[in-house]
């Protein structure tokens, strides 16, 4: 137990470390009746990396020693103290491995059980669920875990691995070949060449030579589905708006499935700082808010599927199928599509060539190593290019934010703009565009074209693209109503005519967030008219539930 503070007040319980704390008698005596009592002997392993839907583990004597591989030690719990992270929640494999240290007695709790409590002891719940996040974060920071990453910032498909793991809080070890002194004994010691970078070893049994994320999903439990149930809703999209109602719909006891391409948190999940979200003085990372709304509806029980996306709906008749390719299929009587949107590529000679080496659509830590203290260029006046810009600025180079218009009044938020006029090395250029990109085997020049048509080439080496978005509808092929630009119409955004020629077959209208279809839902940036903040995709997605209830009542 840690001793109190000798400042503490009299009769207050001492502070306790909420990554790994020790429980209290009582706390052990409610959790007593739902666990068995299990000794292990010294050394004796308790799970392996990769083992699924593992127990928790509450050490009474002797201790339990997690390890990330054989001998890296994470950290040790002693009496008192108990096992498990995120993953009891997603049951997904485990990232590291347990044995016993010395003689143990343990308390062994179900995974199921640990769901449960989370859901109904509310003291518990706290406990565990701020244990679970803050321990997956050491990982993180601390690299360990059961995936190795062997890969190059000259390599584009190496940036998208490490985006992949940070944004689904997938542990990983780094090897930068950028930085290794003898490059090739490295790829020698893993038996690849430098042509198959980027290299994965999943679990140090499995090597993956250039592997897609749906690859990775797999080999790391990330996309598994059930396709023998027929669920009460399925939510196409992970991003605020689809977290939202996961939230809502599973803590209101639907059975929910929840469909994402890439990974939790849509384009808010790729934001550097989130500063007008309510809630959040100080701000919040889209990643932190994603992997926080996630925890919340594993905790409800809904079920998270990533590297799955949507080619195809079938949408005529009800339970509908979501066809994701490969042969998988996903069954629901109700649906809610949260796709929400991309950035728009503009149309610049040689962009694909440089994308992932130089042009980049998100800016996160990552990236930001990315740049060290280069100048960098951000194409955009909307709020996620502002909060890029003063991210980025916190490094030592120039940040030039690219404007066609005449200034960023109409497409950002006024604290913003102040933020931008305050720091000393952003410089906001209006009226110009990028035209030309230019470089070897990664951006090492770029041309703009400025007031009255100059063109300039100048040498930047990142450019950050966040211009305008394009809705992700391409899959449903007219399977329900879009707008001109393709964006969902819903509820009274619906006309008439457009209901006949999708046969339309209620008495009653579309409800608010209803499509042209009964029962298929569209919230957040992707449905037509919507506010495009995340503070009302998260109202959509919530109160879209209520709707949910309303037609399965029907």
């Given amino acids: ?114 769901r449960s409590l989370v859901q109904t002891d509310a003291e518990l719940s706290e406990i565990f669920l701020r244990a679970f996040i803050l321990r997956r974060g050491i990982l993180m920071a601390q690299s360990q875990g059961s995936a190795i990453l062997v890969g190059s910032r000259h390599c584009a498909s190496t940036l998208g691995i490490q985006e992949f793991f940070s944004r689904n809080s997938v542990p990983y070890t780094y090897i930068d070949l950028d ?106 990372s889209g990643r932190d808010l994603a992997s926080s709304a996630l925890v919340q509806a594993e905790k409800f029980g809904a079920e998270l599927a990533v590297a799955r996306t949507a080619i195809r709906f079938s949408c005529e008749r009800r339970p509908y199928v979501v066809d994701l390719g490969g042969g998988a299929l996903v069954k629901a009587f109700t649906a809610i599509i949260a796709t929400g949107v991309q950035y728009r590529k503009p149309a610049i000679p040689d962009l694909a060539r440089f994308e992932g080496v130089g042009v980049y659509y998100g800016a996160t830590q990552i990236e930001a190593n990315y740049c060290e203290d280069d100048d960098v260029i951000i194409v955009g006046g909307g709020n996620s290019a502002g909060q890029a810009a003063v991210f980025l600025s916190q490094g030592r180079g120039k940040v030039h934010v690219i404007v066609r218009g005449e200034g960023l009044a109409r497409s950002m938020s006024r604290y913003l703009i102040r933020r931008i006029e305050e720091i000393p090395n952003i410089t906001v250029r209006t009226r110009t565009e990028v035209v030309g990109l230019e470089g070897g085997n990664r951006l090492e020049r770029v041309t703009l074209k400025g007031p009255g048509g100059a063109l300039t080439t100048e040498p930047f080496r990142h450019v950050f693209l966040m211009t305008g978005a394009v809705p992700n509808t391409s899959w449903l092929s007219g399977c329900i109503a879009l707008d001109e630009k393709g964006f969902i119409k819903t509820g009274q955004d619906l006309a008439a005519a457009e209901l006949d020629a999708g046969g339309w077959p209620l008495a009653r209208p579309p409800l608010l967030f209803e499509t042209s279809r009964p029962g298929i839902f569209a919230v957040g940036d992707v449905r037509a008219n919507s506010v495009k903040r995340v503070a009302a995709a998260v109202g959509e997605g919530s109160v879209c539930v209520q709707l949910v209830h309303k037609l399965l009542a029907e």
């Fill in 1 to 114: 137990m840690t001793e109190p503070s000798p400042n503490a007040t009299p009769g207050a319980e001492p502070l306790r470390d909420p990554t790994f704390p020790t429980l209290t008698p009582a706390q052990i005596a409610r959790i007593s009746p739902f666990a068995r009592e299990r000794r292990a002997a010294d050394n004796e392993s308790l799970w392996e990396q990769g083992d699924r839907d593992r127990p928790l583990f509450v050490v009474i004597e002797g201790g339990i020693e997690i390890h990330s591989g054989s001998s890296r030690i994470v950290t040790v719990h002693e009496p008192g103290g108990f096992s498990g992270d995120i993953d009891m929640l997603s049951r997904r494999p485990a990232v590291v491995g347990a044995r016993a240290r010395g003689p143990t007695r343990l308390l062994e709790l179900s995974g199921e059980r640990v």
């Fill in 179 to 284: 930085h290794e002194a003898d490059v090739q004994a490295t790829l020698d010691g893993f038996g690849v060449g430098l042509e198959d970078i980027p290299v994965v070893i999943c679990r140090r049994t499995r090597t993956f030579k250039k592997p897609t994320i749906e690859q990775l999903a797999e080999c790391f439990g990330l996309n598994r589905i059930n396709e023998d149930v027929v669920r009460d809703l399925v939510v196409i999209g992970a991003g605020p708006a689809g977290l939202a109602a996961a939230v809502y719909a599973a803590s209101e006891g639907l059975d929910v499935q929840v469909l994402e391409a890439s990974a939790p948190g849509g384009q808010a999940g790729s934001s550097s700082r989130i500063e007008n979200y309510l809630g959040f003085p100080m701000g919040i």
